[in-house]
């Protein structure tokens, strides 16, 4: 099998002193089961010739239907590793674009959720995901 090593891209958004995260939804034969169905922060792969801030646009209003503003990368690297995939993960913390906004989920994700922190630490989250937020919520303390 060939192993390949993926950059990636993901969004910790904050709305009202809360951040969204996504539940995952799909049956990927790469995903360890327990994988399926956790939290995550959203986002995605980098599309050949995309920068990494344009990667966590498109991302976001692919899986949320929602336009999102950047407001700094956080100086935390996502190391995810499969059998035959890693991944590598930026972080930016984001807003939304807009006072009002709707979220509307495409299939990768079964459910969505505003959290403090507080409650973040107690979820189910992808490896790599808590100390991520953590590090995002450090920074812009």
């Known amino acids: 099998m060939k192993k390949v090593i993926t950059p990636f891209v993901v969004?910790?958004?904050?709305?009202?002193?809360?951040?969204?995260?996504?539940?995952?939804?799909?049956?990927?034969?790469?995903?360890?089961?327990?994988?399926?169905?956790?939290?995550?922060?959203?986002?995605?792969?980098?599309?050949?010739?995309?920068?990494?801030?344009?990667?966590?646009?498109?991302e976001i209003e692919?899986?949320?239907?929602?336009?999102?503003?950047?407001?700094?990368?956080?100086?935390?690297?996502?190391?995810s590793i499969r059998k035959t995939w890693q991944g590598i993960g930026i972080i930016f913390l984001c807003k939304p674009s807009k006072k009002d906004f709707k979220i509307r989920l495409n299939s990768e994700a079964s459910a969505y959720g505003w959290f403090t922190y507080e409650e973040i630490i107690k979820l189910d989250l992808l490896p790599g995901g808590k100390e991520a937020i953590k590090a995002a919520i450090l920074l812009v303390k």
């Open 11 to 58: 969004g910790l958004i904050k709305h009202k002193n809360k951040y969204l995260l996504t539940k995952r939804q799909e049956l990927d034969p790469e995903d360890p089961a327990d994988f399926v169905r956790m939290w995550q922060i959203p986002g995605g792969g980098i599309n050949f010739g995309e920068t990494v801030e344009k990667a966590i646009l498109r």
């Open 62 to 79: 692919e899986e949320l239907d929602i336009k999102i503003k950047i407001v700094c990368i956080v100086p935390y690297i996502i190391n």
